[in-house]
Protein backbone atom coordinates (compact mmCIF):
# COMPACT_ATOMS: atom_id res chain seq x y z
CA UNK A 1 0.00 0.00 0.00
CA UNK A 2 2.62 2.44 1.09
CA UNK A 3 4.69 1.38 -1.79
CA UNK A 4 1.70 2.11 -4.35
CA UNK A 5 1.05 5.33 -2.74
CA UNK A 6 4.94 6.31 -3.42
CA UNK A 7 4.29 5.21 -6.92
CA UNK A 8 1.21 7.41 -7.52
CA UNK A 9 3.12 10.81 -5.69
CA UNK A 10 5.74 10.23 -7.80
CA UNK A 11 3.89 9.64 -11.16
CA UNK A 12 2.14 13.03 -9.92
CA UNK A 13 5.26 14.86 -9.34
CA UNK A 14 6.76 13.35 -12.87
CA UNK A 15 3.37 14.91 -14.40
CA UNK A 16 3.13 17.90 -12.65
CA UNK A 17 6.99 18.06 -14.06
CA UNK A 18 6.40 18.02 -17.53
CA UNK A 19 3.59 20.03 -17.86
CA UNK A 20 5.82 22.66 -16.29
CA UNK A 21 7.97 22.42 -18.45
CA UNK A 22 6.25 22.43 -21.05
CA UNK A 23 4.64 25.39 -19.77
CA UNK A 24 7.76 26.68 -19.71
CA UNK A 25 8.83 26.18 -23.31
CA UNK A 26 6.11 27.40 -24.40
CA UNK A 27 6.30 30.92 -22.64
CA UNK A 28 9.91 31.04 -23.98
CA UNK A 29 8.76 30.69 -27.41
CA UNK A 30 5.99 33.35 -27.24
CA UNK A 31 8.93 35.45 -25.99
CA UNK A 32 11.20 34.67 -28.63
CA UNK A 33 8.14 35.01 -31.34
CA UNK A 34 7.39 38.42 -29.93
CA UNK A 35 10.94 39.66 -30.39
CA UNK A 36 11.33 38.30 -34.04
CA UNK A 37 8.06 39.88 -34.37
CA UNK A 38 9.48 43.62 -33.10
CA UNK A 39 12.89 42.95 -34.99
CA UNK A 40 10.84 42.32 -38.23
CA UNK A 41 8.20 45.44 -37.27
CA UNK A 42 11.69 47.24 -36.86
CA UNK A 43 13.07 45.93 -40.35
CA UNK A 44 9.92 46.92 -42.09
CA UNK A 45 10.10 50.29 -41.21
CA UNK A 46 13.53 51.22 -42.11
CA UNK A 47 12.56 49.46 -45.31
CA UNK A 48 9.29 51.49 -45.75
CA UNK A 49 11.42 54.62 -45.02
CA UNK A 50 13.95 53.87 -47.46
CA UNK A 51 11.20 53.24 -50.12
CA UNK A 52 9.90 56.52 -49.47
CA UNK A 53 13.04 58.27 -49.73
CA UNK A 54 14.08 56.44 -53.05
CA UNK A 55 10.67 56.86 -54.48
CA UNK A 56 10.49 60.10 -57.08
CA UNK A 57 7.47 62.51 -56.97
CA UNK A 58 7.09 62.70 -60.69
CA UNK A 59 4.81 65.74 -60.13
CA UNK A 60 7.82 67.92 -57.94
CA UNK A 61 10.71 67.14 -60.49
CA UNK A 62 11.60 70.13 -62.06
CA UNK A 63 11.41 70.65 -65.61
CA UNK A 64 14.54 71.05 -68.40
CA UNK A 65 13.99 74.92 -68.35
CA UNK A 66 13.91 75.40 -64.92
CA UNK A 67 17.60 72.60 -64.33
CA UNK A 68 18.66 74.71 -67.31
CA UNK A 69 18.18 78.18 -65.36
CA UNK A 70 19.74 76.72 -62.47
CA UNK A 71 22.93 75.34 -64.93
CA UNK A 72 23.18 79.15 -65.79
CA UNK A 73 22.90 80.59 -62.45
CA UNK A 74 25.98 78.54 -61.15
CA UNK A 75 28.07 79.08 -64.82
CA UNK A 76 28.52 75.40 -65.78
CA UNK A 77 27.92 74.71 -69.24
CA UNK A 78 26.79 71.65 -71.15
CA UNK A 79 28.65 71.22 -74.52
CA UNK A 80 29.38 68.39 -76.74
CA UNK A 81 32.39 66.78 -76.28
CA UNK A 82 34.88 67.48 -79.42
CA UNK A 83 37.38 64.60 -80.18
CA UNK A 84 40.27 66.87 -78.65
CA UNK A 85 38.45 66.77 -75.48
CA UNK A 86 37.88 63.10 -75.54
CA UNK A 87 40.68 60.85 -73.36
CA UNK A 88 40.58 57.47 -73.01
CA UNK A 89 42.43 55.80 -70.39
CA UNK A 90 43.66 52.52 -70.66
CA UNK A 91 44.96 49.52 -68.24
CA UNK A 92 47.48 50.65 -65.64
CA UNK A 93 49.76 48.28 -66.50
CA UNK A 94 51.09 50.04 -69.64
CA UNK A 95 54.54 52.42 -69.06
CA UNK A 96 53.86 56.11 -68.89
CA UNK A 97 55.67 57.02 -71.85
CA UNK A 98 53.93 54.92 -74.29
CA UNK A 99 52.10 56.71 -77.14
CA UNK A 100 48.56 56.04 -77.59
CA UNK A 101 48.20 57.19 -81.01
CA UNK A 102 46.84 53.84 -81.99
CA UNK A 103 44.31 53.00 -79.13
CA UNK A 104 41.60 53.76 -81.64
CA UNK A 105 42.94 50.94 -83.82
CA UNK A 106 43.02 48.38 -80.97
CA UNK A 107 39.01 49.06 -79.64
CA UNK A 108 36.92 46.22 -80.91
CA UNK A 109 34.55 47.48 -83.58
CA UNK A 110 31.86 46.79 -81.31
CA UNK A 111 32.93 49.46 -78.65
CA UNK A 112 33.34 51.86 -82.08
CA UNK A 113 30.22 51.33 -83.37
CA UNK A 114 28.64 51.56 -79.43
CA UNK A 115 30.73 54.96 -79.58
CA UNK A 116 29.00 55.95 -82.39
CA UNK A 117 25.48 55.95 -81.81
CA UNK A 118 25.97 57.13 -77.46
CA UNK A 119 25.60 60.34 -77.17
CA UNK A 120 28.25 62.45 -74.42
CA UNK A 121 27.57 65.30 -72.94
CA UNK A 122 30.71 66.84 -71.00
CA UNK A 123 30.15 70.23 -68.24
CA UNK A 124 32.64 72.81 -67.89
CA UNK A 125 32.79 76.37 -65.91
CA UNK A 126 32.26 79.35 -68.23
CA UNK A 127 34.86 82.39 -66.98
Known amino acids: MLKLRFINIF ?11 FYVHLE ?3 VKTSFLI ?3 NKKLAFLLDQHRSLVYNLSQLESPNSIEE ?5 EIVLC ?15 AAGENHAGAKSRDSFFIRLLD ?3 TK ?3 KVVK
Open 11 to 21: GLMVICAVISL
Open 38 to 40: NKH
Open 80 to 94: MPRADNIRRFYGAGR
Open 70 to 74: ALCTN
Open 121 to 123: AEA
Open 28 to 30: TEI
Open 116 to 118: RFS
